[in-house]
C-alpha cells in the first residue's frame, strides 16, 4: 500500500514546520498545523480559542478547567456526572479532526499525536524532526531577536516539556523515542530543501505490512 499521509513530530526549533511546509508544498498536497483547531472547532463547537490555549499543552484536572473556564461545567457535565475535562475535550475534538482529514485526502499534518491518532493506518509516514540544543537556540533567537539566550533556552526546554507532556498523556508512547517513528531526521545536518527531499523519497518509496 502506497503512502497517503505524513505526520512530523518536531521538537521546538528544530524548524520542523518549516520542513512540513516545503514537503506539502513539493508535493502539491494540504498541509495542516494550527488549521486543525479552526476545523476541529468548526466540526465540534468547541470554542476555538480554547482549543488553541490547550493545544498540545499537558492534561490539567477537572478542576483547573473549572476554574479557568467558568463554562467548564456545561461542556463536562452529562447524565453519568461529570465525565471528561477541557483539555479532553479539546484532544477529541483534534482527534476526530485528524480521523477525518485523512480519510479525505493526501496531506502533511504537525503534531498534536497525529502518528499515534493514525496509528492503525498502513498509508502513513511518520516523522520526527531534531536538532542539537545549540542549533535550536540559534534558530529560536533569529525568530525572537528580543529574547536573551537564557531566555530562549528556557521557551524551548518549556515548548519541549509540554509537546512530551502531552503526547505521553494521551498515547501509548514516547515523544522523541526513535521507536516511536518510521523515520528521523537531524534537521541541523542539511538543508531544509534535502530533509524535505529524504522525507518525500520515503513516501514515495515507503510502504508497510498490512499486517500491523
Do not use: H
Not at 42 to 48: Q, Y
Request: charged share 25%; proline share 2%.
Amino acid at each position: 500500500m502506497g503512502m497517503k499521509i505524513i505526520t512530523i513530530g518536531r521538537q521546538f526549533g528544530s524548524n520542523g514546520r518549516n520542513i512540513g511546509k516545503l514537503v506539502a508544498d513539493k508535493l502539491g498536497v494540504s498541509y495542516y498545523d494550527k488549521e486543525i483547531l479552526k476545523l476541529a472547532a468548526k466540526n465540534s463547537g468547541v470554542c476555538e480559542e480554547l482549543l488553541q490555549n490547550l493545544d498540545e499543552k499537558p492534561n490539567k484536572s477537572f478542576l483547573y478547567s473549572v476554574v479557568m473556564d467558568p463554562y467548564a461545567f456545561a461542556y463536562s457535565y452529562n447524565n453519568s456526572g461529570y465525565s471528561m475535562n477541557l483539555n479532553q475535550q479539546a484532544f477529541q475534538a483534534t482527534f476526530e479532526t485528524i480521523r477525518d482529514l485523512a480519510d479525505k485526502e493526501s496531506c502533511v499534518i504537525v503534531g498534536r499525536c497525529s502518528d499515534y491518532i493514525l496509528r492503525e493506518r498502513n498509508d502513513v509516514l511518520n516523522v520526527f524532526i531534531y536538532a542539537p540544543l545549540e542549533e535550536r537556540i540559534k534558530i529560536v533567537s533569529e525568530r525572537f531577536p528580543e529574547l536573551s539566550e537564557n531566555k530562549v533556552k528556557d521557551q524551548i526546554n518549556k515548548e519541549d516539556k509540554a509537546r512530551a507532556s502531552y503526547y505521553n498523556y494521551y498515547s501509548s508512547k514516547k515523544w522523541g523515542k526513535m521507536e516511536s517513528y518510521d523515520l528521523c531526521i537531524d534537521s541541523s545536518i542539511m538543508s531544509l530543501e534535502n530533509s524535505a527531499d529524504l522525507i518525500i523519497n520515503a513516501f514515495k518509496n515507503g510502504k508497510k505490512s498490512t499486517n500491523n
